[in-house]
């Protein structure tokens, strides 16, 4: 089963940042649109980012526009999430997510062929 792995989640004070990164060893990121999806304590998947690798166009999550940035390093085969100005709602499990046929489907959906594991994000003082 091919394997996304997340990295990079931690206990962060309110304000904090955080870089979260999504690599794989067996297919090359910069060929497929990577997503970004969290899940917060008792609700449901948020999409929250998508880079288009066919034209470079990075989708935000209004929730998160302003403070997280996602790009790709190709010389790493590894995709990212820069999280700054942490807030305790951001607080979840995320995961980069790709669809291997579609393009940020929705822009920001969360219905994925392939999935890492997730890496834990709490916000708190």
């Known amino acids: 089963q091919v394997q996304l792995v997340e990295s990079g989640g931690d206990l962060v004070q309110p304000g904090g940042s955080l870089r979260l990164s999504c690599t794989t060893s067996e297919f090359t990121l910069r060929y497929y649109s990577i997503s970004w999806v969290r899940q917060a304590p008792g609700k449901g998947r948020e999409g929250i980012s998508c880079l288009n690798t066919r034209n470079e166009t990075a989708y935000y999550a209004d929730s998160v526009k302003g403070r997280f940035t996602i790009f790709r390093d190709d010389t790493k085969n590894t995709a990212y999430l820069q999280m700054n100005s942490l807030k305790p709602e951001d607080t979840a499990v995320y995961y980069c997510?790709?669809?291997?046929?579609?393009?940020?489907?929705?822009?920001?959906?969360?219905?994925?062929?392939?999935w890492g594991h997730g890496t834990h994000v709490t916000v708190s003082a």
């Open positions: 997510a790709i669809d291997f046929w579609r393009h940020c489907p929705n822009r920001l959906g969360t219905d994925f062929d392939t």
